[in-house]
T-cell receptor, first 114, second 114 residues
């Protein structure tokens, strides 16, 4: 089975711009979660989508949004980028594997905001 | 809400020595517990998980962890480490019943030297 894929792997933007990141989950997985990883704040949960609906949301401003398509692929959008948005954005898909719910992570998208 | 504390930010150890990475959690509800490993410039790889049942959990690469409910701990151990185990290790918790919204600890850097 193919793993979780994220595109692009690296991205450089300037303050004020917006960015869209993409995540394709493991085949058969219907849940996609997004996390932000920074040296200062560590790994923080952004949101989770399940069957095209946002099921959980972390404590991030409204500039961070997402969506999920009918094929379970998910996109995350950040508008009006700030320097502090520079981070590794990780996507994880989960589904019942071997009878238990398990979350698998993609390689991440490294976003640099200049 | 849940929280995770990883007591050691860095753990230096010689190759072939045993190691224990400590993790304590706090939660008012039943939880699932996970250990992930992150190699440089990569995403997170699941090492092992505790969902229910036996409190001693065995994972990949020779790692194991023991769930201690009374001490709210989930320490990770390996009897003999290898240079290739050098990486960042994250303990994570989720509310029991779902693994799609994880709360992570701040990570422990395991540095294995000859």
């Amino acid at each position: 089975k193919a793993g979780v894929t994220q595109t692009p792997r690296y991205l450089i933007k300037t303050r004020g711009q917006q960015v869209t990141l993409s995540c394709s989950p493991i085949s058969g997985h219907r849940s996609v979660s997004w996390y932000q990883q920074t040296p200062g704040q560590g790994l923080q949960f952004l949101f989770e989508y399940f069957s095209e609906t946002q099921r959980n949301k972390g404590n991030f401003p409204g500039r961070f949004s997402g969506r999920q398509f009918s094929n379970s692929r998910s996109e995350m959008n950040v508008s009006t980028l700030e320097l502090g948005d520079s981070a590794l954005y990780l996507c994880a898909s989960s589904g019942v594997t071997g009878g238990t719910d398990t979350q698998y992570f993609g390689p991440g998208t490294r976003l640099t905001v200049l | 809400a849940q929280s995770v504390t990883q007591l050691d930010s860095q753990v230096p150890v010689f190759e072939e020595a045993p190691v224990e990475l400590r993790c304590n959690y706090s939660s008012s509800v039943s939880v699932y517990l996970f250990w992930y490993v992150q190699y440089p410039n990569q995403g997170l790889q699941l090492l092992l998980k505790y969902l229910s049942g036996s409190t001693l959990v065995k994972g990949i690469n020779g790692f194991e962890a023991e769930f201690n409910k009374s001490q709210t701990s989930f320490h990770l151990r390996k009897p003999s480490v290898h240079i290739s185990d050098t990486a960042e290790y994250f303990c994570a918790v989720s509310e029991a019943g779902t693994a799609s919204k994880l709360t992570f600890g701040t990570g422990t850097r395991l540095q294995v030297t000859l």
